[in-house]
């Protein structure tokens, strides 16, 4: 983490399996950050479930941090690769951002979200690798930044700007993306935006040239962009050019010998001055893919000590697949709970097998493995010796509870709960907005409820349920924003009542602890004041 650190060299170093970031660079300029691995900084992502890096990422760079250089780092796997970000001075004022730092041959793949963003600033991007993430970059409101030399394979969306201006892209490969070039601008921006009022938004005067397409089924998607220079592009494999409508002017397909033979000319390539650099890609070929993104309670796994992993965690049949991971060594099955017929009960590492659930539960599995071989580094830094029985184990618990879910909108002005602690007025008679059944508690909304009515960014949300649980003792956890309460066959067991007490940087998560057995009631009572909103409930078996 570096703040206000300026001409360092940071090189020949591995920075990876961090669940924040990797290297994070505040008001820093003037860096050199080279041959270094960076590789698996990530959090919030499961492959086939869920997928977002919640801002982890390989690099952060941060608040009028300027003229760094990047040099054949390896940044696989993170939340983003590298993550840019002007910060609030720009926002408020429109002036300075995170200018001038050059991205030079670096591998960038396998990103939940964005190989790389670079947002409201001018950079230079040339010669990297970015492979099977969301975006390959995201620029939204960059200018000026030439992306040049880069390899685009197997993304959703290869190039995706909104709101850029003067932007150069040329002799970049695009290979099997959703979307090779995606330009776009909103229609206004938000009065209140600083940035916006001190500086031109609109998308216009873009280059784009000497790319090579292939296996890109929509090559150029185009909305509300002034002034575009295209040509000299090759085109293969693919169902549309060029997707575009009326909001679109100025777009010349003609050559341009001036572009043409600047493009044409070599640029030198700058190389660190570093005393026997590492390769830092090597071995990466044998992680390479999003599938290898596996997120433990402790952060992402390592590739270091034995793991058991569940890879058909949607499966809603009774089979259930798993993998066993970890240094050379063999492991048994010591015990298992809810499941049977597994395919092999010993082996070595690494190994696959299937067990299949017991029919009728679908809730409560436990397997427990014991390994010993090759001495290794456990996930808590302890030094596990060679041929040392270790036992490791894979868990899972989901307790259904039936509940019925609706939500009211009002104006809180007329009736505030927070104050009253009621959640519906007393005198009024409120209809429901939304109404639904569900087994589980896990919702987040951006910008309020949306129905056919119309968009609610103040509501509430009330949900009563119950379920018959084994006996046992259990951990109740809830995440939520603005206000919540919790009760438990009709005692209130978690009050978080009061959103003053909270700044909502992040969604609060508080923890009660229950001894259950039998059928039990639930209520949820849950108060959203505006902007995001999120409501989670989890019960796990201790």
């Known amino acids: ?164 201006q003067e932007n150069e892209i040329h002799h970049n490969i695009f290979i099997n993306n959703k979307e090779g070039i995606r330009l776009w601008a909103r229609k206004e921006q938000p009065a209140d935006w600083g940035y916006a009022k001190f500086r031109d938004t609109r998308s216009r005067n873009y280059i784009i040239s000497n790319n090579n397409f292939n296996s890109n089924p929509l090559i150029l998607n185009i909305t509300r962009t002034d002034t575009l220079n295209v040509f000299d592009n090759i085109f293969d494999e693919y169902e549309t050019i060029l997707k575009t409508d009326s909001t679109v002017i100025g777009l010349d397909t003609t050559w341009n010998d001036e572009i043409a033979e600047r493009f044409s000319t070599d640029t030198a390539e700058f190389v660190p001055a570093i005393t026997s650099p590492q390769d830092a890609f090597k071995g990466n070929a044998l992680l390479a893919g999003r599938k290898n993104i596996m997120i433990t309670e402790w952060g992402p796994y390592d590739f270091r000590y034995p793991i058991i992993w569940n890879t058909n965690p949607t499966d809603t049949t009774l089979l259930m697949k798993f993998k066993v991971l970890g240094p050379k060594g063999n492991w048994r099955i010591v015990s298992a709970k809810g499941v049977e017929k597994m395919d092999m009960m010993k082996g070595s590492l690494p190994a696959e097998f299937g067990a299949l659930k017991y029919p009728g539960n679908k809730i409560d599995i436990e397997l427990i493995l014991e390994y010993a071989g090759a001495g290794f580094t456990d996930q808590f830094g302890n030094q596990i010796p060679a041929n040392k029985p270790y036992r490791f184990s894979f868990k899972k618990f989901f307790q259904p509870i039936d509940f019925d879910v609706v939500w009211y909108s009002y104006d809180f002005k007329m009736h505030d709960p927070v104050k009253t602690g009621q959640i519906i007025p007393p005198t009024a008679r409120l209809r429901p907005i939304k109404a639904e059944k569900t087994t589980r508690l896990n919702y987040a909304w951006w910008g309020g409820i949306k129905t056919a009515e119309g968009d609610h960014p103040q ?84």
């Open 1 to 164: 983490m570096m703040t206000n650190c300026n001409y360092g060299k940071i090189y020949n170093n591995d920075f990876s399996f961090n669940s924040g970031l990797g290297i994070g660079m505040y008001r820093s300029s003037y860096n050199t950050i080279a041959y270094n691995k960076i590789n698996f900084n990530v959090r919030g992502y499961s492959h086939g479930v869920y997928n977002r890096g919640q801002d982890s990422a390989g690099i952060l760079v941060y608040e009028q941090s300027n003229t760094n250089y990047f040099y054949k780092n390896s940044v696989t796997h993170g939340g983003d690769g590298f993550f840019l970000w002007a910060g609030q001075t720009t926002m408020d004022s429109g002036k300075g951002g995170c200018n001038d730092n050059v991205l030079s041959k670096n591998d960038f793949s396998y990103a939940p979200t964005n190989g790389i963003e670079v947002t409201f600033s001018r950079n230079t991007i040339t010669g990297n690798r970015i492979y099977e993430c969301d975006h390959g970059i995201w620029g939204g409101y960059s200018y000026s930044t030439v992306i040049a030399g880069n390899q685009f394979r197997s993304n959703r969306i290869g190039i995706a700007i909104e709101h850029g």
């Open 459 to 542: 509501f509430v949300t009330s949900a009563t349920g119950s379920a018959i649980f084994p006996k046992g003792n259990y951990e109740l956890g809830v995440t939520w924003d603005d206000a919540v309460r919790v009760y438990v066959d009709g005692k209130l067991v978690l009050d978080e009542w009061n959103p003053s007490l909270y700044k909502f940087d992040e969604s609060p998560h508080k923890t009660v602890k229950l001894a259950l057995e039998g059928n039990h009631s639930f209520t949820v009572e849950h108060i959203e004041l505006g902007g995001f909103a999120t409501l989670s409930l989890k019960i796990r078996k201790l």
